[in-house]
């Protein structure tokens, strides 16, 4: 801890999606750095276990049980803030589901599950906490959680695809918006172990390390940027601190060992043409010089060291 440890006393926190994982490891910070927080989780025990584990390390923490999504939750949350602790200064967007399937096998309601809770999740409960902030004149700090699934698609993930690349592109209209209220919005793109990274082979040597309690081989900690979720927690607590009021309108990656800016989306190539693009200039431009500056669509991982393969299940 350094030597300001509790650069966030006397603010206060909503951390949605809280009760375990990455949104708990975000939560324990924010208490630890000196925020009350309200948890958030959709199941109790969940939820209740999460604050007694904040309060036992000295933290201050109150919980709502509610699905992240209607407009009810969100109102319903910031008035736990409020009435808990007396205003609300951090919101952390983190809830989310997961129906991962082909397009063709997509139903409407795998999609409209998914968008509901990542995209209207954020929206609503985004809209509620700014407008509070606006409305007391706090300069408040929106952390909205994307992914690398939003910045360059995954396979069977239309869903959450759409909805964490949403969020990025709210998050740059808000740091718009905000401004002049001196309220900073930022997207944080995580990369770390959880239940989902633990059903996928690649990752299998850092996840067993990470659930025996050991450090994770170098390769996934430096090489790709793949950590725990407490790799992550440090950022979230900055971006939320008074030292971060410049950041705003960003995209960030945290994982491991690394921490990376994405760009805003900018073109790769630029050509003009007297005339305009007729069919005939386009087959020979994509032929050629705009064939070669195609950009690459999913995550491009690295083969593993042979001491990191695990045999097939």
Same mark, same amino acid.
């Given at each position: 801890?350094?030597?300001?440890?509790?650069?966030?006393?006397?603010?206060?926190?909503?951390?949605?999606?809280?009760?375990?994982?990455?949104?708990?490891?975000?939560?324990?910070?924010?208490?630890?750095?000196?925020?009350?927080?309200?948890?958030?989780?959709?199941?109790?025990?969940?939820?209740?276990?999460?604050?007694?584990?904040?309060?036992?390390? /000295?933290? +201050? #923490?109150? !919980? @709502? *049980?509610?699905?992240?999504?209607?407009?009810? $939750? &969100?109102?319903?949350?910031?008035?736990?803030?409020?009435?808990?602790?007396?205003?609300?200064?951090?919101?952390?967007?983190?809830?989310?589901?997961?129906?991962?399937?082909?397009?063709?096998?997509?139903?409407?309601?795998?999609?409209?599950?998914?968008?509901?809770?990542?995209?209207?999740?954020?929206?609503?409960?985004?809209?509620?906490?700014?407008?509070?902030?606006?409305?007391?004149?706090?300069?408040?700090?929106?952390?909205?959680?994307?992914?690398?699934?939003?910045?360059?698609?995954?396979?069977?993930?239309?869903?959450?695809?759409?909805?964490?690349?949403?969020?990025?592109?709210?998050?740059?209209?808000?740091?718009?918006?905000?401004?002049?209220? /001196?309220? +900073? #919005?930022? !997207? @944080? *793109?995580?990369?770390?172990?959880?239940?989902? $990274? &633990?059903?996928?082979?690649y990752f299998a040597a850092a996840v067993e390390a990470d659930a025996k309690g050991e450090a994770?081989?170098?390769?996934?900690?430096?090489?790709?940027?793949?950590?725990?979720?407490?790799?992550?927690?440090?950022?979230?607590?900055?971006?939320?601190?008074?030292?971060?009021?410049?950041?705003?309108?960003?995209?960030?990656?945290?994982?491991?060992?690394?921490?990376?800016?994405?760009?805003?989306?900018?073109?790769?190539?630029?050509?003009?043409?007297?005339?305009?693009?007729?069919?005939?200039?386009?087959?020979?431009?994509?032929?050629?010089?705009?064939?070669?500056?195609?950009?690459?669509?999913?995550?491009?991982?690295?083969?593993?060291?042979?001491?990191?393969?695990?045999?097939?299940?």
């Amino acid at each position: 801890m350094s030597l300001h440890a509790a650069p966030l006393a006397g603010k206060v926190a909503i951390v949605t999606g809280s009760g375990r994982g990455l949104g708990f490891a975000y939560a324990a910070e924010l208490a630890r750095r000196g925020a009350s927080v309200v948890i958030n989780d959709v199941d109790a025990a969940t939820a209740d276990a999460a604050v007694a584990a904040i309060v036992a390390d /000295g933290g +201050t #923490a109150v !919980a @709502v *049980i509610a699905p992240v999504g209607p407009t009810e $939750t &969100a109102q319903q949350l910031v008035a736990a803030a409020v009435e808990s602790f007396g205003r609300l200064d951090i919101l952390v967007t983190n809830a989310g589901v997961l129906r991962d399937t082909v397009l063709w096998k997509m139903s409407d309601d795998d999609f409209d599950t998914v968008i509901n809770v990542h995209l209207r999740g954020t929206f609503t409960c985004t809209r509620e906490a700014v407008t509070y902030m606006r409305d007391n004149g706090i300069r408040g700090r929106i952390i909205a959680i994307g992914s690398p699934t939003g910045q360059r698609g995954n396979f069977g993930q239309t869903n959450y695809a759409a909805a964490k690349a949403g969020i990025v592109g709210m998050v740059r209209t808000w740091a718009l918006e905000l401004k002049r209220a /001196g309220i +900073t #919005a930022n !997207a @944080v *793109i995580p990369v770390a172990a959880t239940a989902m $990274t &633990a059903t996928v082979p690649y990752f299998a040597a850092a996840v067993e390390a990470d659930a025996k309690g050991e450090a994770m081989p170098a390769f996934f900690r430096h090489d790709l940027g793949f950590g725990t979720s407490d790799d992550v927690a440090g950022l979230i607590a900055y971006l939320a601190s008074d030292a971060a009021a410049d950041v705003t309108g960003q995209a960030i990656g945290v994982g491991g060992d690394r921490l990376q800016l994405w760009s805003h989306p900018e073109p790769v190539v630029t050509a003009y043409r007297d005339g305009g693009w007729t069919y005939d200039a386009l087959q020979e431009s994509f032929g050629g010089e705009l064939g070669g500056a195609l950009e690459t669509v999913g995550e491009q991982f690295p083969p593993l060291p042979a001491d990191l393969q695990r045999p097939p299940a």
